[in-house]
């Protein structure tokens, strides 16, 4: 412009006092940047050649820039530009002292460059200050999003839906969040060294849910392999990786894929999570962070349920033993017919025990011979024609002692041993632990069991085999016994109440064992369940004792009650409460058939009333009350004056809930057993007065749970088979 033009002329003869000077303003000054922007300011202030306002103007917005990226303060460097333009307005002054129009002229021009200088550089910093604050506000609705995605996981994990729905949720969230095509979720099996696919968000190999992979073999098979994550930008570019990614109907070119590894006591590997994607991806730090942690969380809830299929299988193989326990002393109470209770006791031992073979062999006391009775997974021409010696072999010399005796690989220095000479039985045999069958000291034979593996059975094993044996030798009593009571009615009863009170041992012995092992473990929740299961048996023992004082072919509802009371008073009411127990007349007779299943109902009826009907006060009534209905039916109900049950737990008749408690599971079951039904209420209901002292308040009304059940009476005696 025009003035710019006659201030060069009218600078130049000066030019060296004004650089002086202004040196002199930006010697106070650190920073090379400093020099070059009072420079840069000042050569467009003279009209220097590529030195014009725009360029100006571009140099202090990327300047303005640079103070954040530098963390250095806006205000500092506007006060520098100052003090620079204060200098050269200044000096500008005493040289056109004597030119005031081109002094007013140089000087606007100067403060009009100084403010727009001034302004780019705060543009160019507010520019990159909102672009930072941008990127902050992104990264942190991406991290909360990030942290709903896993708590969505978490929850997933945490819930009750079944594993592979848990997985296909975690893999669709994950699918989400990072924005992929594919997600795989494959596990490892140990025994065959292969990735089996659990779960996906999208398309199925061609190989659908059953594709697998070896270790090494595609990208999730290398991962597993190597134990360490993999990140590829183009999966196809390599021969291995391109067999996984061409295993899905649309090729897959970015994979990311990392390990599931659990890190206990020691590292073991879960499976592989695979990310892919069908065009060419770099997978962010924090994307490989979030797939790591979703990873972690799955090996804990895979290991966890683990640990809990590990107690549940446990404590379900706890009630499978009580429940064969109690079938076959059942089949010993209900029937004399010796080859079928035999041949349930040698099936059960070799199931219980983890066997394969088993035998029961009947001494012969005046041959002194053992001959077999009853066997399980022998050759039956071959058991039919065994005969071993007293004192020869190890069932032999388990007859001579009487006492249990295990060992490992004994047949092949044992040339009396009927293994020894079969080299088929020899070659699948390693291991044997046989037990006296023993009656009042008296031994009547022997069981033995027969492994396939080199170890000893634990104590526990033992203990269940020495039980099986004590029904073993009941079942031969009984039918020795029975032959005798044919000669008389009042030896037939003595010999019969001798059986349920050896019954009665036996289940007290199951009890000491499962008292024992309740003192032992560490675990409330199974030294309770352990509690309720002692309680069962107690109460099973209860109702042979009862029928060892009474006629043994029925009772009476309010005496299998009162027993019943006893016992889980003893074992279940706790100290803190005071809980009083009503049991009102009933002369309702029960056959012997169904005293047991009964005693187990009223058991467990009782002991919800006290374990959940009294769970929320300090003391409280149970009332047991039983009658015969008129379509030839009887009820029996349990009333306790609790609090009463919760919305899912109240059933009614023939529901359809899964997921109940075992206490309702075993009411159900064997109520079922006798053609009956289970129903929980509540009810309000007139209070009867049992004693004297409950003669003020009877007739008083109050709201009671009611457990009840229902099933037909039938006096029908049953068929025994006899052995001839």
């Not at 004597?98 to 000087?107: D, N, S």
């Not at 010796?338 to 006391?365: K, N």
């Not at 099973?540 to 043994?552: G, I, P, Y």
């Amino acid at each position: 412009m025009t003035q710019g033009v006659n201030v060069e002329q009218i600078l130049a003869p000066h030019l060296p006092r004004l650089k002086m000077s202004l040196q002199h303003a930006w010697d106070g000054h650190q920073g090379r940047e400093n020099e070059n922007d009072a420079w840069q300011l000042f050569q467009t202030l003279i009209g220097t050649q590529d030195h014009d306002e725009s360029s100006l103007t571009a140099r202090f917005e990327q300047v303005g820039r640079r103070l954040v990226t530098y963390d250095e303060k806006l205000d500092t460097r506007l006060q520098e530009i100052q003090s620079f333009v204060d200098a050269a307005a200044t000096e500008i002054k005493h040289i056109f002292q004597e030119h005031p129009e081109e002094l007013v002229t140089t000087l606007g021009y100067l403060y009009q460059l100084h403010n727009k200088s001034a302004l780019a550089l705060t543009r160019g910093f507010q520019h990159v200050v909102e672009q930072q604050a941008r990127t902050t506000t992104h990264l942190t609705q991406q991290l909360e999003h990030r942290l709903l995605a896993l708590q969505r996981v978490n929850g997933y994990s945490n819930s009750a839906m079944d594993l592979d729905q848990t997985l296909e949720n975690t893999a669709q969230v994950i699918a989400e969040e990072l924005n992929v095509d594919l997600c795989s979720i494959f596990f490892y099996d140990e025994l065959q060294r292969v990735l089996t696919l659990r779960a996906t968000n999208g398309p199925r190999p061609l190989g659908g849910m059953h594709f697998i992979l070896r270790l090494g073999e595609g990208y999730s098979g290398w991962v597993a392999d190597k134990g360490r994550p993999l990140h590829s930008n183009d999966a196809l570019g390599d021969p291995n990786f391109a067999t996984e990614a061409r295993s899905y109907s649309t090729p897959y070119r970015g994979v990311m894929a990392l390990p599931i590894i659990f890190f206990g006591t020691a590292e073991r590997l879960i499976g592989v999570i695979s990310v892919q994607s069908s065009e060419p991806r770099e997978f962010t730090r924090d994307e490989v962070n979030f797939v790591e942690v979703i990873a972690g969380i799955i090996a804990i809830n895979i290991e966890n349920g683990r640990l809990y299929e590990q107690t549940d299988e446990q404590l379900r193989r706890k009630v499978h033993e009580l429940a064969t326990i109690h079938r076959v002393s059942y089949i010993i109470a209900s029937t004399l017919n010796l080859e079928e209770v035999l041949q349930i006791i040698t099936t059960q031992a070799v199931h219980l025990s983890g066997a394969e073979r088993s035998c029961i062999f009947e001494l012969d006391p005046d041959r002194r011979r053992l001959h077999v009775l009853a066997h399980y997974g022998l050759n039956p021409e071959q058991a039919s024609n065994l005969q071993i010696g007293v004192g020869q072999c190890c069932a032999g010399r388990t007859v001579q002692t009487g006492r249990p005796s295990m060992a490992v690989d004994c047949f092949h220095a044992d040339e009396h041993c009927f293994i020894h000479d079969d080299p088929t039985l020899s070659s699948e045999i390693h291991s044997v632990l046989c037990v006296p069958l023993k009656v009042k000291q008296k031994v009547l034979g022997c069981i033995c069991i027969y492994s396939s593996h080199r170890h000893l059975l634990s104590p526990e094993q033992m203990q269940l085999v020495v039980t099986f044996a004590n029904e073993a030798a009941i079942a031969i009593e009984n039918a020795r016994l029975y032959e005798e009571t044919r000669r008389g009615l009042e030896l037939k009863s003595v010999l019969l109440r001798e059986l349920h009170h050896r019954v009665k041992n036996n289940l007290a012995t199951v009890a000491g064992i499962l008292s024992l092992q309740r003192r032992r473990t560490r675990s409330p929740e199974v030294r309770h369940i352990l509690a309720e299961s002692v309680n069962r048996v107690q109460g099973l023992a209860a109702t042979h004792d009862l029928l060892a004082h009474e006629d043994v072919s029925e009772a009476r509802v309010d005496d299998i009650a009162r027993k019943i009371v006893g016992v889980a008073n003893a074992n279940l009411s706790p100290p803190e409460k005071r809980i009083s127990f009503q049991v009102e007349t009933c002369p309702v007779v029960i056959p012997s058939r169904a005293v047991t299943i009964l005693a187990l109902v009223i058991n467990e009826m009782v002991s919800n009333a006290i374990k959940h009907g009294m769970a929320e006060v300090t003391r409280g009534t149970v009332i047991i009350r039983g009658f015969e209905e008129e379509d030839g039916y009887v009820a029996i109900q349990v009333l306790d004056s609790g609090k009463g049950p919760s919305a899912e737990h109240e059933q009614q008749e023939e529901p359809g809930e899964s997921g109940e408690g075992l206490g309702l599971s075993l009411i159900k079951n064997l109520i079922g057993d006798l053609g009956g039904r289970f129903a929980l209420r509540r009810e309000t209901i007139t209070r009867p007065a049992s004693t004297k002292q409950d003669e003020q308040t009877s007739g008083e009304t109050a709201e009671y749970t009611v457990a009840e059940v229902r099933f037909p009476l039938r006096r029908s005696r049953p068929t025994y088979a006899l052995n001839s």
